[in-house]
Each structure stands twice: as structure tokens, then as C-alpha cells.
């Protein structure tokens, strides 16, 4: 199994271009399940995840084509061939829940496995079966599927989530898009890949209004068509890198996505003392400072900081000047790269959803174990500003969301290399 070297202590410099965002990908390709035409997308990142939907699609039927080297991929469902979404694909992926509106939308019936939990907590999908139940949906739960069907198309209501979530926002915008009426959406999820998929929908000839409000009004048409979409900018992956220098010193360029989708993030980045410029598409991060001062963060539903930015930050903090915490609250167990970064030297403390962390001035690299997607790039960091050598392992997770990270972090003079 491949792991990662990386000889810490060098300051880097250079300019990074991000990939398409793998979580607008993720929805943007299940959405092709609702049109019989081709869906065109550019900007689509070489990533395992990307992969485990493709092979999902292609078990229902749908027509793949790709070239990588441009970050082109079209899908094309003339026809569902097969409605079940099976276990063995379903459990290496959460998003694959993501063809459950779809498929009931076009089809009127879908099985899809239950996802189960994952390493950083329970993830249930009941937000997303309430949706679709309103809508109509007949639900039956057996042998750890989800059995759904519904009797003509779904009907359009008006549904008020209990609580944000992102992936049962976007399950219900695709179901809503080709149900009968008009459906309301009340306390949605309003990350930048759900906006990304809206104005793909839209390009398709559907009718959603309220993008990027809390409250969307979703008319449902008869049927969408195909379309040609350049897919946003990777925000996690911007703000994985702007950390990069702010922690092992440097100045870097990060190109390829708006900061806008960035801001409280930024926010405390700047607090800790490092220099940003904004461009339109890009950011220059400079560490001046010989010190970082320590921060507070509380994760939260967009516009808020992104929990998938925690554990970076969280490394980040590790060498700030002084005392800092991180409060979790979309996750309930999001701090297993705490005790690796601890191996490290970090000096933290957790009690259930708060991590206190007092800085130190220097770590030390040490052999660390991957445990997550963001956990696993947490370590990248703290091994580029640690002392000496540092071997993370279990990089498939760093692979599900990061595409070519060595060489990207290469160019701007780490040392780092994958080995076998
Ligand atoms: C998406 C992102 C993930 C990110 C997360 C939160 C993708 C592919 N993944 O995941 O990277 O970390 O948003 O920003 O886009 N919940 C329920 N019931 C449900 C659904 C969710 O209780 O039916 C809970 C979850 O357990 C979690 C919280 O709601 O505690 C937020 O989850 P959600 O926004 O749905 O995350 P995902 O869509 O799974």
C-alpha cells in the first residue's frame, strides 16, 4: 500500500492550480441520471471517489466517456437498465444515496443500499427519505436496502428539513426537478456545489429559484435535456493549500477557485496572521510573521467554517502562540488525526465535540496513520512544517479527494514523494 514521505522544514514557494470540486462532481453526475441526453462536464478531477460514481452509473446503465487529460466526462442514460444501487458499491462511497432521487424521479423506483456510518460518525439518510416521502415516495427498508417507489411521478411539496444537510438537499433539488408541481424547500443546505448544481439544472431547462437562499421554490418540468457544464473550483482544496505556507512558511498562489466560497475561513487565517491577497479566481498566501497568533473555530453548515476544513486548520493551530480550540459540531467524531498530529508533538486536548490545542513551537515527523480524507492531508501539512521525516500511510483515503497532491506541493518546492 502506497504512503507518503515528506522531509519537513522547507519554506515553499510557487503557484498551485485546484482541481474541479470532487463534492459538485459528486452530485453534478447523478444528476445526469435525469435527462435520456448527454451530460457534458469540464474541470472533472482525476479522484477515486469520481471513479466509484462512474462505475455506479454504469451499473444503471448509463453511458461514460472521459478524457482525463482535458477533465472532460460525458454521461449519457438513454435508458436505466437496472435500478438497484448494490451494497458493494454503495459502502465504499456515502454520495452514491445521491441516485435515489434521480432514479425515482425518471423511473419511479430505486434500491438503493443503505449507506451505513462511516469513520467520522453515524451519517444516517433519514433527512433525505423524509424529503422524498413528502413527496409522495413510498419507503420500505429491508435487508439494508432502501426500497422506494411511487405510484405516476412524484408530486411537489413543500418540505421543511429539520436540519441542514447537504447531501438530502441535493437529492431532493433532482427529484424536485422533474416532480409534478411546485415543490418549496425550506432550511436547505447552501454550499457551493448545491448553487453549482442549481444553475446546471437550470441549464437542463429546469426552473429552481432562491439559489444560494435558504429557501428554494422548484418547478418541476416534464423532462430536462443536456447541456455542457464547467464544474467550480475545489474550495477545500484551495484552503488545503492556502494553509500549506501559512504553516511551513513561504508564499504561494492558488488559482482555480473563487475565495468568496472561502470566507470564514479566511477570516481566520487572517487572524492568525498571515498575509492574503484576493484575486478574482485566486489567492497569494504570504507567512511573514515569525509567530502565528492561536484562533477559535466552530464548524457550521455554510456560510460558516467547513467542517472539512477542521482538521487542516486544526494542524495548523498546532504551532500557533498559545491556546486555541476547534468545536465540531457536524460530525460527532471528527478528531482522529488529534492523536497522530500528537505523535507528532501537537499538544491536544479532546472532550467529545471541543478540541483545545496549546502551541508549540516546533514539531517533530514521525510514521502517522491516515484516518480520513481531511485527517490524512492534516498530517501533509503538519509533516511540510515539522522537523525531519514523516511517512503517512492508508493515502487511499488522501486519493478519494485530492488529485495529483505531490506533485502539486512538488512545484512549490516540498519535499515529498509517494512510495510503495
Ligand atoms: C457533505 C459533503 C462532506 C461534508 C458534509 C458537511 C459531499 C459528497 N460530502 O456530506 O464532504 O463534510 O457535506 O459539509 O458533498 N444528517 C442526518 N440525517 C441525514 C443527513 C445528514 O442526521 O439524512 C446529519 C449528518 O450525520 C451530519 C450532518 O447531518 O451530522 C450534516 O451531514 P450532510 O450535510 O448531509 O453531509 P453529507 O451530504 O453526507
Not at 53 to 81: P, Y
Not at 137 to 142: P, Q, R, S, V
Not at 273 to 282: L, N, T
Amino acid at each position: 500500500m502506497d504512503k507518503i514521505y515528506i522531509k519537513g522544514g522547507r519554506e515553499l514557494n510557487g503557484e498551485v492550480t485546484v482541481s474541479g470540486a470532487k463534492n459538485a462532481c459528486l452530485t453534478l453526475m447523478p444528476l445526469s441520471i435525469l435527462t435520456d441526453e448527454p451530460l457534458k462536464m469540464r474541470n472533472i478531477p482525476e479522484l477515486s471517489d469520481i471513479n466509484t460514481m462512474k462505475q455506479l452509473l454504469n451499473s444503471l446503465g448509463s453511458n461514460i466517456q472521459s478524457d482525463r487529460s482535458m477533465g472532460f466526462l460525458q454521461i449519457h442514460t438513454k435508458k436505466i437498465s437496472n435500478h438497484v444501487a448494490i451494497y458493494d458499491i454503495v459502502r465504499k462511497m456515502r454520495a452514491s444515496i445521491l441516485v435515489l432521487g434521480p432514479l425515482l424521479a425518471r423511473e419511479g423506483r430505486a434500491r438503493v443500499s443503505l449507506p451505513g456510518g462511516c469513520a467520522i460518525g453515524a451519517r444516517p439518510v433519514d433527512l433525505h427519505l423524509f424529503g422524498l416521502e413528502k413527496m409522495g415516495a413510498k419507503l420500505d427498508l429491508k435487508d439494508g436496502y432502501i426500497n422506494a417507489s411511487v405510484s405516476g411521478r412524484l408530486q411537489a411539496a413543500t418540505i421543511e428539513f429539520p436540519s441542514v444537510s447537504v447531501g438530502a438537499t441535493e437529492n431532493l433539488i433532482m427529484a424536485a426537478s422533474l416532480a409534478k408541481g411546485t415543490t418549496v424547500l425550506i432550511n436547505v443546505a447552501r454550499e457551493p456545489e448545491i448553487i453549482d448544481l442549481c444553475n446546471c439544472v437550470n441549464s437542463m431547462g429546469g426552473r429552481i429559484e432562491g439559489i444560494g437562499t435558504s429557501k428554494l421554490v422548484i418547478e418541476g418540468v416534464d423532462s430536462l435535456k443536456g447541456t455542457e457544464h464547467k464544474v467550480i473550483g475545489d474550495r477545500i482544496e484551495m484552503g488545503t493549500f492556502m494553509l500549506a505556507p501559512a504553516m511551513a512558511g513561504g508564499k504561494v498562489k492558488i488559482k482555480g477557485c473563487s475565495p468568496i466560497y472561502l470566507r470564514s475561513f479566511i477570516e481566520k487565517l487572517v487572524d492568525t496572521g498571515v498575509d492574503i491577497e484576493f484575486g478574482d479566481d485566486e489567492v497569494i498566501v504570504n507567512r511573514q510573521n515569525d509567530y502565528l497568533n492561536p484562533i477559535n473555530v466552530v464548524t457550521e453548515p455554510f456560510p460558516g467554517f467547513p467542517t472539512d476544513l477542521q482538521a487542516q486548520m486544526m494542524a495548523l493551530t498546532c504551532l500557533a502562540r498559545g491556546k486555541s480550540t476547534l468545536e465540531e459540531k457536524i460530525f460527532e467524531n471528527r478528531f482522529m488525526h488529534a492523536p497522530e498530529l500528537i505523535r507528532m508533538g501537537a499538544r491536544i486536548q479532546v472532550q467529545g465535540g471541543m478540541a483545545s490545542v496549546i502551541g508549540v513551537a516546533s514539531m517533530k515527523g514521525a510514521p502517522v496513520m491516515a484516518t480520513d480524507l481531511r485527517a490524512s492531508v492534516s498530517l501533509i501539512l503538519a509533516g511540510l512544517a515539522s522537523k525531519g521525516e514523516t511517512l503517512v500511510s492508508r493515502v487511499y483515503h488522501l486519493d478519494r479527494g485530492y488529485e495529483n497532491i505531490e506533485k502539486k506541493l512538488l512545484g512549490c518546492g516540498a519535499e515529498i514523494k509517494r512510495v510503495a
